[in-house]
Nanobody
Framework: QVQLVESGGGSVQAGDSLRLSCAASGRTISNYAVGWFRQAPGKEREFVAVIKWSSGRTDYADSVKGRFTISRDNAKNTVYLQMNSLKPDDTADYYC?????????????????WGQGTQVTVSS
């Protein structure tokens, strides 16, 4: 089993930055892919970004390309989501998820383990 705990959410103004963290425990995730998803009020959960732990390859949703950066810290078994130039449309609950197959895809069903989420609110 893998446990994921997100942190770093909060309330900010448009244009500000936040860094979310996703700390993994329970087993090593060196062959996993770890993704970030988000769910805005009244909307379905959507893919944000993913990183393949072994290669470091990343992928992003078009809506966040150039503003968000996903990275990992091997020593801390932690994945980060650096969010810059935040917009009100980025307001959502953000979830990290782990895919044991390491495929790094965008579909929710590919991910076996999920965190509880952290809330991000961006005001204009």
């Amino acid at each position: 089993q893998v446990q994921l705990v997100e942190s770093g959410g909060g309330s900010v103004q448009a244009g500000d930055s936040l860094r979310l963290s996703c700390a993994a425990s329970g087993r090593t995730i060196s062959n996993y892919a770890v993704g970030w998803f988000r769910q805005a009020p009244g909307k379905e959960r959507e893919f944000v970004a993913v990183i393949k732990w072994s290669s470091g390859r990343t992928d992003y949703a078009d809506s966040v390309k150039g503003r968000f950066t996903i990275s990992r810290d091997n020593a801390k078994n932690t994945v980060y989501l650096q969010m810059n130039s935040l917009k009100p449309d980025d307001t959502a609950d953000y979830y990290c998820a782990a895919d044991a197959h390491g495929w790094g895809r965008k579909q929710e069903y590919e991910y076996e383990y999920w965190g509880q989420g952290t809330q991000v609110t961006v005001s204009s």
